[in-house]
């Protein structure tokens, strides 16, 4: 059985806006999945739906069984849910927390005893267990929001944005954390994100959200080996980046060049081979280059591939909309 | 116990918890009716020279009106704990977990409620210091106490309600600021009904916080009429479950803004 199943979800909010437009995506037992798209591309409404938050305006959806809207109190007892926004009371302290969260979850006084232990442990809260969450750093902090969604022993596991907002330092930890969970616990771990190398590194497989869409869905791998070629990254230095745009796509080893901002992006079969009949054909046009790299496809050429848009100037414009 | 029960119990304890943590707030909100006790019916003394006032102390008859104007003043704030908790997720962590609904406005208003009538235990002692009797002892205290916890419910509920609506504190605080002194000043908190223009004696009926004053004077008069007593302690509990019943509409309102 797929832990959750979400078939033509539809969603507008009171002012007009239209957060998702038919969204579907299965996801089965035990892995780890991530819905990767820039801000505002739908993922946190989906999620919401899921945990039962939000109701949709069309569509169903199918968690660890369950249909989130006939049968929400059974959803919400075999789910998980750590939102954007912590949910941790920072006027309590840690193990406060775990035993509220235990509490409303219907867990038996004795076993949540141990499970809070447990989890203190796991996530190395042991030491500020009994602090008040206030003093705690972005790390600690979010390590508690996880554990938290973890007290009942959920089947299914929510993640909205586990990584945003913390250092770099923290979010190598947290990605360390989440790796380790995704291997111990008999757990399904939905996670959202916009940053493209978190869904790379800990999700097995993804879909791609877009404008209130999946556009695409599989390994992250499959997804970049999909797409043939290389990609070659043109700096410019002077030059009307269209035309430089139109000049290189002109080129017959060129399959896609896209302009954003100053940068020139274009997928090639052979990088190496590419590079000088690209630098050639802008020279020949005045058109003077900065710099350039070849790289292997990522994550970044997969959403550009797919939506025929850059997904930082996507994410940046769906920030500002916020 | 059903769930309903021990969910309201379970966030009961916490908001006490952390309140207790910070004993600085009960502090602040007892500073206020100190200087009304110590200062103001000290000011006013001789206004109990005015044909209308029942007895010849003005903090005897002042009491009363504080406490309800203290639990009235404090509930209207409580709705800013629950922005807090808004703006932080919590709400939002709570509905996605089976916790009842409506545990999340009951244990906040229920909370109030219990401030309300610690406090109003501390400003009778005080009273006591100065003077001022409850008249028909522990049936009495209990009526005052009574009267304030429902005054605090009351407006618990009505400041949760505007708190889901409005999600912000500043305009929460103008809300209430604006309804504050009105209905301070059309009530019997600081004058004998009887002084009052006819006018603001007709609309001080129609006043919630009024009623917990007209209740919880009875129990400091030499004469007490406890039929009015219990028909205003009615009042009251009516006007509580209306307010919570309207923040539990607001709280649906909410729920569907996500």
Same mark, same amino acid.
Do not use: F
């Given at each position: 059985m797929a832990a959750i199943e979400v078939e033509g979800l539809e969603k507008t909010y009171p002012?007009? $806006?239209?957060?998702?437009?038919g969204l579907s995506f299965v996801v089965e037992e035990g892995i780890v999945f991530g819905l990767l798209g820039p801000n505002g591309a739908g993922k946190s409404t989906t999620v919401k739906i899921l945990v039962t938050l939000s109701k949709p305006d069309a569509g169903e959806a199918r968690v660890a069984g369950h249909d $989130?809207?006939?049968?929400a109190d059974a959803v919400r007892g075999s789910i998980g849910y750590v939102s954007q926004a912590s949910g941790v009371d920072v006027h309590a302290t840690a193990r406060e927390n775990l035993f509220l969260q235990g509490r409303v979850q219907r867990m038996p006084q004795l076993e949540l005893r141990a499970r809070v232990d447990e989890l203190l442990h796991t996530f190395g809260l042991e030491e500020v267990a009994d602090r008040i969450v206030r003093t705690y750093s972005g790390g600690t902090k979010r390590r508690l929001d996880v554990a938290l969604g973890l007290v009942h022993r959920p089947r299914v596991l929510f993640l909205d944005e586990p990584t945003t907002g913390l250092d770099p330092e923290a979010r190598a930890a947290m990605w360390e954390e989440l790796e380790r969970l995704a291997e111990s616990e008999q757990l399904t771990i939905l996670l959202t994100t916009h940053y493209l190398e978190e869904a790379d590194r800990l999700a097995r497989r993804i879909a791609i959200v877009s404008r209130g869409r999946v556009v695409v869905e599989g390994e992250p791998e499959k997804l970049k080996r999909g797409l043939l070629g290389d990609a070659v990254t043109v700096e410019l230095a002077n030059g009307n980046a269209d035309s430089a745009a139109g000049v290189v796509a002109r080129l017959g080893a060129v399959e896609e060049a896209i302009v954003d901002g100053r940068h020139l992006r274009a997928r090639v079969e052979e990088g190496a081979q590419a590079v000088p009949a690209i630098l050639s054909a802008l020279e020949a046009d005045g058109i003077t280059v900065a710099a350039v790299t070849v790289s292997r496809p990522s994550l970044d050429d997969v959403y550009l591939h797919y939506t025929g848009r850059d997904f930082r100037a996507e994410d940046e414009a769906g920030s500002a909309e916020q | 116990m059903t769930a309903a029960v021990k969910d309201t119990l379970s966030m009961l304890v916490r908001h006490q918890r952390n309140f207790v943590r910070q004993p600085i707030w009960l502090v602040f909100a007892l500073t206020q009716p100190m200087f009304w006790l110590l200062l103001y019916s000290q000011l006013f003394r001789r206004i109990v020279d005015l044909p209308g006032f029942a007895t010849d102390s003005y903090v005897q008859f002042l009491t009363p009106g504080v406490v309800v104007m203290t639990a009235f003043f404090g509930a209207t704030w409580s709705g800013m704990a629950m922005i807090d908790d808004l703006d932080r997720g919590v709400v939002q962590r709570f509905l996605a977990t089976p916790a009842r609904r409506g545990a999340l406005i009951a244990s906040q208003v229920l909370h109030t409620a219990i401030l309300c009538a610690i406090q109003t235990v501390i400003i009778l002692g005080t009273a006591w210091l100065l003077g001022a009797r409850v008249e028909r002892g522990a049936a009495g205290w209990f009526v005052i106490i009574a009267a304030a916890a429902l005054v605090g419910a009351g407006w618990a509920g009505i400041s949760h309600g505007i708190a889901l609506v409005v999600r912000r504190e500043e305009p929460l605080i103008a809300i209430l600021n604006f309804f504050g002194l009105p209905l301070t000043f059309i009530s019997a908190i600081l004058i004998a009904e009887s002084l009052m223009p006819g006018w603001m004696q007709w609309a001080a009926r129609f006043n919630p916080v009024n009623w917990g004053v007209v209740a919880a004077r009875e129990m400091s008069?030499?004469?007490?009429?406890w039929s009015r007593a219990g028909l205003y302690l009615g009042l009251l509990a009516a006007f509580a479950t209306a307010t919570c019943l309207l923040a539990s509409r607001a709280f649906e309102s909410y729920r569907r803004t996500l």
């Open positions: 002012k007009g $806006v239209r957060a998702l437009d $989130v809207v006939r049968e | 008069s030499v004469q007490t009429d």
